[in-house]
C-alpha cells in the first residue's frame, strides 16, 4: 500500500510539472492571441483588441492567469476555446476517442508482433531467420512514423486498393494507421524479448530444470518467458507514451480526427486553453498507463515484491 501511496504522490508531481511547464510556455511565446482571434483586418492597439485581451483574462499578470487556471483545474473546468467558444473539456472528450483507439490498436500491433519475433529469434539464435528479424527489427525502431505510413499507404491503397487511406469511423480505417504507429513499438519489444530470453536461459534455475529432464518448450512457456516479460512489461509504459505522441504525426498522415490534429489545428490557431488541455489528458494517460506498468510487474516478479519487505 505504501508503494502504491508513493508512485501516486510522484504521479501528482509529474502532471502538476507538466501542466505548470506547458502554461508558462505557451504564454510566452511570441504573438498576440487577441490580434490573431481578431483578424488581420483589425490594426494592433485599438479598442477592439483591448477589449478582447479584456474578455479572455490576457490583461492579467500571468502570475495570476496561472492561479485561476489551476484553480479551475480542481473544479473539472479546463477553460473555453478562443477559437469557437466551446468548452475545452468537451472538445477533448470528442476527440479523445479516436486517438486511444489508434493508440491502444497500435500498442496489440506492438506487443503481438514484438513476442512471436522476439521468442523466434531467440529461439533461433544466429540462425538465418534471428537475422532477419534482428534486421527487421532495427528498420521498425529506426524508420520515422510518417515515412511508414507514407509507405503503407502507397502499398495498400495506392497499389492494392484493399484498405482506405485516410478518415476514421471504421475498422478498415483504423488498420493502416494502427500498423503504421505499431511498427515502431514492436521493433523495441522484439529486441528486448530476444535479449531477455537469452539472458534468463543461462540462469541457474533455468540449468536445473534442464537437468530434471523438462521439456525445452514447457521451460519456455513457463519460466524463461515470465522471466523476460519484466523489461518488456517496464517498457510498455515508455512506449505507449511515445504512441501518444506520435499520433499526431500519424493522424495527420492518415487525415484522421483525433487529440493529434486537435492539438496542431490549436497550435496553429494560439488556442492556448485547448493545448494545455491536452497535454494535461495526454500526461494523465501516460502517468496511469506508467504506474499500472510499476504495479503489475511487482505480481510478474515475486522478489520484487520481498526485497520491499
Not at 492518415?254 to 500526461?283: C, E, H, M, N, Y
Request: proline share 4%; aromatic share 8%.
Amino acid at each position: 500500500m505504501l508503494y502504491i501511496l508513493s508512485r501516486l504522490g510522484m504521479a501528482i508531481g509529474v502532471i502538476w510539472g507538466s501542466i505548470t511547464l506547458v502554461f508558462f510556455i505557451v504564454n510566452v511565446l511570441p504573438g498576440d492571441v487577441a490580434t490573431l482571434l481578431a483578424g488581420d483586418d483589425v490594426p494592433t492597439e485599438t479598442e477592439t483588441i483591448h477589449q478582447l485581451r479584456e474578455e479572455l483574462g490576457l490583461d492579467r499578470p500571468l502570475l495570476v492567469q496561472y492561479m485561476d487556471y489551476i484553480a479551475g483545474l480542481f473544479q473539472g473546468d479546463l477553460g473555453t476555446s478562443y477559437a469557437n467558444s466551446e468548452p475545452v473539456l468537451d472538445r477533448l472528450l470528442d476527440n479523445l476517442g479516436p486517438t486511444l483507439a489508434l493508440t491502444l490498436s497500435s500498442m496489440f500491433v506492438a506487443v503481438i508482433l514484438g513476442l512471436i519475433l522476439g521468442i523466434l529469434s531467440a529461439v533461433y539464435q544466429n540462425k538465418l531467420l534471428d537475422g532477419i528479424i534482428r534486421v527487421l527489427s532495427l528498420i521498425g525502431v529506426s524508420t520515422p512514423n510518417f515515412w511508414i505510413g507514407i509507405l503503407l499507404i502507397w502499398i495498400f491503397s495506392v497499389q492494392l486498393h484493399l484498405l482506405p487511406s485516410i478518415g476514421n469511423g471504421s475498422f478498415e480505417q483504423l488498420i493502416l494507421p494502427s500498423i503504421g504507429l505499431g511498427i515502431t513499438g514492436a521493433g523495441v519489444i522484439t529486441r528486448l524479448i530476444r535479449n531477455s530470453i537469452l539472458e534468463a536461459s543461462n540462469e541457474p534455475f533455468i540449468r536445473s530444470l534442464r537437468g530434471k529432464g523438462i521439456g525445452q518448450r514447457a521451460i519456455l512457456l513457463k519460466h524463461i518467458l515470465r522471466h523476460a516479460l519484466i523489461p518488456a512489461v517496464t517498457m510498455l509504459g515508455m512506449i505507449f507514451g511515445e504512441m501518444l505522441a506520435g499520433s499526431v504525426v500519424t493522424e495527420t498522415v492518415f487525415s484522421r480526427q483525433g487529440l493529434g490534429r486537435l492539438i496542431v489545428d490549436a497550435i496553429d490557431q494560439k488556442d492556448i486553453p485547448i493545448i494545455q488541455g491536452s497535454i494535461l489528458f495526454t500526461a494523465v494517460f501516460y502517468v496511469c498507463i506508467n504506474m499500472l506498468v510499476d504495479i503489475s510487474y511487482r505480481f510478474i516478479d515475486p522478489r520484487i515484491r520481498l526485497n520491499e519487505k
